[in-house]
């Protein structure tokens, strides 16, 4: 099970960023009920949830805090790639951004809205974005 996050990079205010998600070793389609989550870290600050997407029906969540200026998307034609779109970024939206996999259930919003985190069981190594005023 490998996650791979790339895209992140150094922009100013008001640009835009597409991270992605590259997952490996493990099923993520129709047949069964898992969710890619995307998290972002900024220093000093708990880790935040941001958007979800499931692997069954497409179901997505984003947070209220980001609603609005980021998409969520996955592509499974060959490898699974999970996008996270980001226009009209904000200096705030500064952090390390993560992806995880949850092998029990679809996205589920309650765990963003209590920070139930632990329930995605790997994550990748982040990737750092950094949005200049």
């Known amino acids: 099970v490998q996650l791979v996050e790339s895209g992140g990079g150094l922009v100013q205010a008001g640009g835009s960023l597409r991270l992605s998600c590259e997952a490996s070793g493990f099923t993520f389609d129709d047949s069964v009920d898992r969710a890619i989550g995307w998290f972002r870290q900024a220093p000093g600050k708990e880790r935040e949830g941001v958007s979800c997407i499931s692997s069954s029906g497409g179901n997505t969540y984003v947070a209220d805090s980001v609603k609005g200026r980021f998409t969520i998307s996955s592509d499974n034609a060959e490898n699974t790639v999970v996008y996270l779109q980001i226009d009209s970024l904000k200096p705030e939206d500064t952090a390390v951004y993560y992806c995880?996999?949850?092998?029990?259930?679809?996205?589920?919003?309650?765990?963003?809205?209590?920070?139930?985190?632990?329930?995605?069981?790997?994550w990748g190594q982040g990737t750092q974005v950094t949005v200049s005023s």
């Open positions: 995880a996999v949850d092998f029990q259930s679809g996205c589920l919003p309650q765990a963003f809205y209590y920070r139930q985190y632990d329930q995605y069981d790997r």
